[in-house]
């Protein structure tokens, strides 16, 4: 069945967290993969992670798209991805020790650029500075992975001191450039206080120049090769990593990853226009989660908070981190679905929510001064003090992992669906009550809010 309505629309989707990142795009994307012959990762690193569960193995994919999973389809890594070389190599052997096939089907964009050991010093360094500057142990920071994810994209920013993928191919290139940025780089992390060994030029070429002939079959010009693909009458799924809300542009700032991981990402991360896609899906959990530090106002730091937690396994794929957990804040969707597009919703974890007697979604903000808005506010700052106001809703005791449509759920969690939709005004058009392949399905149409 098509997922598109018109014969006009472009044959082309992308996948978007509509929250903090960990909704489950993994699954989505490789639930759709089947549609699809080309799956492209526009943005972020391997900071994220998504996780797919096939049967009863798990799989945690950190750079390569989640489309490696199944046979036939062509993986892209795009040009608005930072890729650590070593971790990409270390994911490749990890996937070809458990059977998945990798060759042809896993191409890597020549401009990715590159992160590089030097990139997770400073990550890791900056943060404790700020952590000391506050006088606060935990506090001030950003609350990054460390995994050199920021510095590497300010150094995309500055130019002189980036490397991309394709100076990995030539070594007198990139020992060239690691003479430059090295001195460059010692003189940035003593200032930030750090204590490093010294980095040496030749071994740092010889090591990544060896990275980069592994790679050497996947490297290519992936911008050409997707929109040759295009012409050739085959589809494309566009698969983010992290959510909109942490977008640096869009997000809450700073409490941000360093991409564009919106829909609004996806030009200038694989060269693909804006207007070629015919239909974006925004992922949502049935309530809410962030990692890491910034506002976060359904947040429940209590037993709920824990049972939701614990029932869903809220612990980071990249890091292990324990994921702050909250009610649902349909605020922060509608938000996110105006902004990346979002033609219809795909609700994951819904199945968390059963057991508990009443739930409550977040419909506004109550500012500091009693004065309540509807509307998102991207900046830290100026979210300081806002707390929620909840519409409260029967809960379900059934287990939900059994169902397979959207009538046999409870009654309540229909209802809870049902106002998903009339408030963010777009359909639940996908909605799973498990983490395997087999337990997400789609919505009926009569359920779905006319567009």
């Not at 993969?33 to 798990?58: K, P």
């Not at 270390?90 to 964009?109: C, H, M």
Request: proline share 5%.
């Amino acid at each position: 069945m098509s997922p598109f309505q018109h014969h006009n629309v472009p044959p082309h989707a992308a996948v978007v967290g509509l929250q903090w990142g960990d909704e489950g795009k993994g699954k989505i994307v490789d639930l759709l993969t089947s549609r699809f012959d080309c799956i492209v990762r526009y943005n972020g690193g391997a900071n994220a992670g998504h996780t797919v569960q096939v049967g009863s193995d798990r799989y945690a994919l950190h750079l390569i798209p989640s489309g490696i999973l199944s046979p036939g389809k062509v993986n892209i890594v795009g040009n608005g991805v930072v890729v650590d070389p070593e971790k990409l190599l270390d994911e490749v052997e990890g996937l070809r020790k458990r059977g998945v096939a990798i060759g042809d089907n896993l191409r890597i964009s020549d401009r990715a650029h590159v992160v590089m050991p030097y990139h997770k010093e400073q990550d890791a360094a900056l943060e404790e500075l700020l952590e000391k500057k506050s006088g606060k142990t935990g506090a001030g920071q950003i609350g990054t992975t460390r995994r050199g994810i920021g510095p590497a994209y300010s150094d995309k920013v500055r130019r002189s001191t980036a490397l991309r993928m394709g100076d990995l191919l030539d070594h007198a290139l990139l020992l060239r450039k690691l003479e430059t940025i090295c001195g460059l780089r010692m003189a940035e992390l003593e200032a930030l206080g750090a204590s490093v060994t010294p980095l040496v030029p030749r071994e740092l070429a010889d090591r990544f120049a060896a990275a980069g002939e592994r790679l050497r079959p996947h490297i290519t010009d992936t911008v050409y090769l997707v929109h040759d693909a295009m012409k050739d009458g085959r589809t494309v799924l566009f698969e983010g990593a992290n959510a909109c809300l942490l977008d640096i542009d869009h997000g809450t700032f700073p409490y941000v990853t360093s991409s564009n991981c919106s829909t609004l990402g996806i030009p200038a991360g694989s060269g693909v226009p804006g207007r070629m896609i015919g239909k974006v899906y925004g992922i949502m959990k049935a309530y809410s989660t962030r990692v890491g530090g910034g506002p976060f106002v359904t947040e429940l730091l209590d037993e709920t908070g824990e049972r939701i937690r614990k029932r869903g396994r809220e612990y980071g794929t990249t890091t292990g981190r324990p994921r702050r957990c909250g009610w649902l804040d349909l605020v922060a969707v509608k938000y996110s679905a105006m902004v990346c597009g979002a033609d219809a919703i795909a609700c994951t974890l819904l199945d968390v929510l059963s057991g508990f007697d009443e739930l409550k979604i977040c419909v506004g903000y109550r500012r500091a001064d009693g004065t309540i808005t509807d509307r998102f506010i991207p900046d830290a700052e100026r979210m300081h003090g806002f707390t929620p106001v909840y519409e409260t809703f029967a809960g379900w005791e059934r287990e939900l992992t059994t169902c397979t449509d959207r009538e046999d759920l409870p009654r309540e969690a229909q209802a809870y669906l049902g106002f998903v939709e009339q408030f963010v005004g777009i359909p639940v058009e996908l909605v799973s009550v498990g983490p395997e392949r087999t337990q997400t399905f789609e919505s009926n149409e009569r359920f779905a809010v006319a567009r």
